[in-house]
């Protein structure tokens, strides 16, 4: 009923008289003095800065490659819709949207990545939309464009619930690219620790709409997985059926309920029930896996808390970020022996994971420019950890994966023309990443006296070694196994890997060059550091959370 009534309000408000302005609907100004350029293509338009053009080839090749299949199990082709490029804003994400109709993507590739190129994956996932836009846009409601313009599109995307319009774009940029997200074990991870509860509680509506009490999985992962069950229980794309009888009757309001009845007898809260079911048996029947990890932490768990990046102080401390529903984002050191927390300082919106040396702590933060929306940096911070007092380094605003070297601060530097590279202070190897490769993380060895990163590019994930003559090496191949948070320590590599089909701490041998998983999880492992003591940092994951 919730859902019901939110969406005749939305429906009747987008057809009520508006104060009419430039934009209907504005993402944000980009920074003054861009040049922007534009490349007329079959699918439209695509229009980015001067200095991108190498990139807006990449995505204007990306669009063509994919538009004969983009739009498999709907009857009609993707809208033609302009594609506009975004280049200097580090939170990653993309829109489609009408009024004016166009595609936003915000080309920055994302920090907590998997194992595929972030154009691939957002021009996939976005060109979706346009598909679902184009089978929406019809009929009735095309004829209803003559009046209001463009603003009767925006009220045909309202037929359909947004966790449709989600789960249908991830289905497709799992099925059409190299490597969806839906393919991660985290994407079911947080389904997979509630288990039973998803079925048992009595209010479906939390499930759809969200709360501030409990953890709920967002819509692209419930869209995704109503989506690819309905696809497999009726062999077709059942949302066809209920874009067309939506865009032929949109004054019945309640299109999608009438288009699941008629055509399936069914509806969405049976589609909810069954998904779950299945997915619940399936996972019950799995063997059964143990933590290997132990707690640190002895604080009660009184809401949904995550702790991250745990780094060893000393014997007896070790500090990571925390976040729960009551507090926003901040240090905490955890005493080893007794368990117990005491809070050091608040931070920011954290784009990457902090990195300890010699009394200091490093991280990076998401900073948005006061002028213009589109311009949000990844400000390089430090915090001196006796004081507790976080500062930001001036002029170090494209920064991320800060790393202490025994020659100073390294770090990866993102330049908005979209290469990478790594550079640092005085003394520090600069070394310059190939055109279309990403680097999510960097790692200082103090054996081997060497910068090690991770990377992406067409071949999948890898790790890099940067030599003294400033040439990389590789220390494995590409594949298309997602790695994350690298760290390095007395000769080994530690990061999280999929290889294993869960996300689980693995470790790499500088001297034998073997790579080794380190930890076993009922759900999964992240944030792996070694502690100098013959231990492990990382947080492990269940219903109520990340825990160190």
């Given at each position: ?292 990890s132990r707690y640190l932490s002895a ?96 002029g170090r605003r494209h920064a991320l ?78 594949a298309y196994i997602t790695l994350s ?64």
């Amino acid at each position: 009923m919730a859902r019901m009534l939110a969406r005749v309000a939305l429906l009747f408000g987008a057809l009520l008289p508006v104060v009419a302005s430039g934009q209907y609907y504005d993402w944000g100004r980009s920074p003054q003095g861009m040049r922007w350029m534009q490349a007329k293509l079959p699918s439209g338009k695509v229009v980015f800065p001067d200095y991108y053009s190498d990139n807006a080839a990449r995505v204007a090749r990306y669009l063509d490659t994919i538009r004969p299949s983009i739009s498999y199990g709907f009857e009609y082709a993707p809208l033609k819709m302009p594609v506009v490029l975004h280049t200097e804003n580090f939170v990653a994400n993309g829109m489609a949207m009408w009024a004016p109709k166009r595609i936003e993507l915000e080309m920055i590739p994302d920090a907590q990545p998997f194992a595929e190129p972030w154009l691939k994956h957002l021009v996939t996932h976005e060109y979706r939309h346009a598909v679902q836009y184009g089978n929406l846009y019809r009929r009735f409601m095309k004829g209803l464009g003559y009046v209001p313009g463009q603003q009767a599109g925006f009220v045909s995307s309202v037929l359909v619930p947004v966790w449709f319009l989600e789960g249908d774009a991830v289905m497709a940029e799992t099925q059409m690219s190299s490597f969806g997200r839906a393919l991660q074990p985290s994407f079911t991870m947080e389904y997979r620790a509630l288990g039973d509860a998803v079925r048992s509680r009595r209010n479906i509506d939390r499930w759809f709409c969200g709360s501030y009490r409990t953890n709920v999985p967002d819509h692209y992962h419930l869209g995704y997985q109503i989506a690819a069950y309905a696809d497999t229980r009726y062999r077709e794309n059942i949302w066809d059926k209920v874009a067309w009888y939506g865009a032929r009757n949109p004054y019945m309001i309640f299109t999608t309920s009438i288009a699941l009845k008629k055509f399936y007898r069914t509806d969405v809260g049976t589609l909810f029930a069954e998904t779950f079911d299945g997915l619940n048996y399936y996972w019950n029947a799995l063997p059964a896996r143990r933590n290997s990890s132990r707690y640190l932490s002895a604080e009660p768990v009184e809401s949904y808390t995550t702790y991250a990046f745990p780094l060893a102080i000393d014997a007896q401390r070790v500090l990571a970020l925390k976040t729960d529903y009551d507090r926003p984002t901040r240090f905490v050191t955890i005493d080893t022996e007794s368990g117990r927390e005491r809070a050091v300082a608040y931070t920011g919106s954290v784009s990457t994971r902090p990195a300890y040396a010699d009394g200091r702590v490093w991280w990076t933060e998401y900073r948005r420019s006061t002028l213009f929306e589109q311009r949000v940096n990844s400000q390089l911070c430090y915090m001196d950890l006796d004081r507790g007092k976080p500062k930001a380094v001036r002029g170090r605003r494209h920064a991320l994966y800060p790393t202490p070297t025994d020659r100073g601060l390294a770090w990866v530097e993102y330049s908005p023309d979209g290469r990478f590279a790594v550079t640092g202070e005085a003394g520090v190897q600069h070394w310059e990443a190939p055109a279309q490769t990403e680097l999510h993380g960097l790692a200082w060895d103090d054996r081997t006296a060497r910068l090690y990163f991770l990377a992406t590019d067409d071949s999948g994930m890898w790790l890099g070694r940067i030599e003294p003559d400033g040439t990389a090496t590789h220390l494995t191949e590409g594949a298309y196994i997602t790695l994350s948070d690298l760290t390095a320590r007395d000769g080994r590599l530690y990061f999280g890997s999929i290889a294993s089909g869960y996300d689980e701490v693995h470790c790499y041998d500088l001297a034998t060059g073997r790579q080794y998983r380190l930890s076993t999880s009922t759900y999964g492992s992240f944030s792996p550091s070694a502690d100098g003591e013959g231990n492990v940092l990382m947080t492990t994951y269940d219903a109520e959370g990340y825990h160190a």
